[in-house]
């Protein structure tokens, strides 16, 4: 079992940063690939960033490549996503994600357990 609880989420400008990040609880969160999701109101979940098990292969959705780092650092089970040059469009609650699995990977039903989301908020 694999508990994880986000933060750094809030209100930014437009052109802004953010890092949110992701504590797990568990000891199989150094086999795990992780991702990041968001969801913004009336709209589908939609995969943002993934990284393998061992932080050594990442995956971006093309609308935040260039902009958004996921990192992991597994001697303290938390994963990160640094999100820079923000956009409105960039609005949403971001979820993070642990897979039974050590590849990346884009789909929701492909991750096994979530967190509560934490809200980020781009004003123009």
């Known amino acids: 079992q694999v508990q994880l609880v986000e933060s750094g989420g809030g209100l930014v400008q437009a052109g802004g940063s953010l890092r949110l990040s992701c504590a797990a609880s568990g000891r199989t969160f150094s086999s795990s690939a992780m991702g990041w999701f968001r969801q913004a109101p009336g709209k589908e979940r939609e995969f943002v960033a993934a990284v393998n098990w061992s932080g050594s292969s990442t995956y971006y959705a093309d609308s935040v490549k260039g902009r958004f780092t996921i990192s992991r650092d597994n001697a303290k089970n938390t994963v990160y996503l640094q999100m820079n040059s923000l956009k409105p469009e960039d609005t949403a609650v971001y979820y993070c994600?642990?897979?039974?699995?050590?590849?990346?990977?884009?789909?929701?039903?492909?991750?096994?357990?979530w967190g509560q989301g934490t809200q980020v908020t781009v004003s123009s």
């Open positions: 994600a642990a897979r039974k699995a050590i590849g990346v990977a884009n789909m929701p039903h492909e991750y096994d357990y």
